[in-house]
């Protein structure tokens, strides 16, 4: 196996990525206040 892919293994998501994808979803409300309105 090639160091890259055992590398690979080993990186976790970003956290801030992670929190940003939650607050796509329609189902929850964001109250940071950045985030963009939905169009109604």
């Known amino acids: 196996m090639s160091n890259l892919s ?4 080993a990186v976790r998501g970003s956290a801030i990525r992670d929190l940003l994808a939650l607050t796509a ?3 929850v409300i964001s109250l940071a206040g950045g985030g963009a309105a939905a169009a109604p």
């Open 6 to 9: 055992t590398a690979s293994r």
């Open 25 to 27: 979803r329609p189902d």
